[in-house]
């Protein structure tokens, strides 16, 4: 018997092939060739399906919980599209691994390190991105909340791609340079890369379609759930990434599923930007002379200066 949550996660992956079949008909509509038809597909298959689905899965639960009952068909058609939506702009991101040169996601390579992929990701990367919109504009064109839709994803985009932007000249793997780093900087990276996606705009997404207002009188005061909203998700992302990167840091395989290489890998952590606010020089000159190398004895003197417990 499958759980509530294995039942949920289940119907939520049902519609992945109904949305995903939208988009194939679209692009055959097209005049697309076989060839390129097929490509697509994968591409889709490949990237966009699988991992935990939190952020899509959200927008269905937080609908629900606002309506307080279950949705009806057509609510959770317009809950699990946009869900979708996240999903997709999650593996748009997500492709952008190989500018940082990374090997593995979710156990297999990354998409562009697939044999005959290469470079051909970035053009993969935009038309899934396109995806996003054509599935906006072909079920929400008519509600009041379209636009309001359309900017969240556009303005999303924008802001995750800033924080990556911050994080790619900060931290460069071949390029390791301490300096650049400060806690003020990985808040940048936060903030815009991780915590405004991913869990603001599952929520708000989930508000649209139940037509929560933009403010409404409560008494003497103007409540404004969206701002509201905001000021408590914002900081949970931030929470969510910290808590990643000290796991990163600190946990075993084990416990997180993967081996941990931020310090390896040169990351802007949460965990480095602690230690280099409170070091002392002897401290810091370790730092500079073993963070951000391939080498698992660099990897040890490190986390001598920056014990998991």
């Not at 408590?232 to 990167?245: A, N």
Request: hydrophobic content about 40%.
């Amino acid at each position: 018997m499958l759980t509530d949550k294995a039942a949920r996660r289940a119907r939520f992956e049902g519609a992945w092939k109904v949305i995903k079949q939208e988009l194939l008909d679209y692009i055959t509509g097209e005049g697309m060739p076989k060839d390129a038809i097929e490509w697509y597909e994968r591409n889709l298959d490949y990237n966009v399906p699988g991992g935990k689905l939190n952020r899509g899965m959200s927008v269905v639960d937080t609908a629900e919980i606002i309506k307080g009952t279950p949705l009806t068909d057509d609510e959770y058609l317009k809950a699990v599209v946009l869900g979708w939506g996240i999903e997709l702009l999650q593996a748009f991101f997500l492709i952008s691994d190989m500018m940082d040169l990374s090997i593995t996601r979710r156990g297999q390579p990354r998409w562009y390190r697939v044999p005959k992929v290469g470079q051909i990701a970035i053009n993969d990367s935009f038309m899934l991105e396109a995806a996003i919109y054509y599935l906006l504009k072909k079920h929400f064109r008519g509600e009041s909340y379209y636009v309001d839709a359309l900017e969240l994803f556009l303005e999303t985009t924008f802001q995750t791609e800033m924080g990556q932007l911050i994080d790619l000249i900060t931290a460069p793997e071949d390029e390791v340079d301490l300096s650049k780093f400060s806690l003020k900087k990985l808040s940048l990276i936060v903030n815009y890369k991780t915590a405004y996606y991913s869990f603001y705009p599952p929520v708000t997404l989930a508000m649209d379609i139940s037509h929560v207002p933009q403010s409404y009188p409560s008494g003497t005061q103007t409540i404004e759930p969206y701002a509201l909203a905001k000021s408590i998700l914002i900081p949970f992302g931030v929470y969510f990434q910290i808590q990643d990167d000290f796991l990163d840091f600190s946990g075993t395989p084990e416990q997180v599923g993967k081996i941990g290489t931020d310090i390896l890998d040169n990351k802007c952590s949460w965990c480095v930007n602690t230690a280099l606010a409170v070091c002392t020089p002897e401290q810091r000159k370790v730092l500079d002379e073993n963070y951000g190398r391939k080498n698992s004895e660099c990897e040890r003197r490190v986390k001598v200066v920056m014990p998991p417990s």
